[in-house]
């Protein structure tokens, strides 16, 4: 992993995350994606829409996962694990030395401050239900 500067280094924080909410730097979310230092939430009726499920991720969060230069990728995939990684957002992944991690949802909030208190760019989308 590349060393990057502490002092630049900005760390959101997730506070709490439970079925369908998750807090991000003390705003309340119902599903996120961080890139970078910023959070978006989820677009939901956009998702049911293309797809008739929240359980994927769309081109356009797969966009923001891959922007800022994250070192990995961190997916919470649910509760019960019903998000799926596609193939296809694997094989973008390839070749960009970019680790790719997939967890529950219940064990997203130690993965990810774990890596950031190492300094590492984590990019990071969280399924708060299923």
Not at 22 to 30: A, N, Q
Not at 33 to 46: H, Q, S, W, Y
Not at 66 to 84: F, H, R, T, V
Request: proline share 2%; hydrophobic share 40%; charged share 30%.
């Amino acid at each position: 992993m590349a060393k990057i500067n502490k002092f630049v280094f900005r760390k959101l924080k997730i506070n709490k995350i439970s079925w369908g909410k998750v807090k991000v730097d003390g705003k309340d979310f119902h599903q996120v994606l961080i890139a970078g230092e910023k959070v978006f939430e989820r677009d939901k009726p956009k998702l049911e829409t293309l797809f008739g499920t929240t359980h994927v991720i769309g081109d356009w969060e797969q966009k923001l996962l891959l922007s800022e230069n994250p070192e990995i990728i961190l997916i919470a995939s649910g509760w019960s694990g019903l998000l799926k990684v596609d193939e296809e957002f694997k094989k973008k992944i390839e070749g960009k030395e970019i680790e790719l991690k997939v967890v529950l949802t219940g064990r997203v909030v130690k993965e990810y401050q774990n890596l950031i208190d190492k300094y590492v760019r984590v990019n990071c989308l969280i399924h708060t239900t299923c």
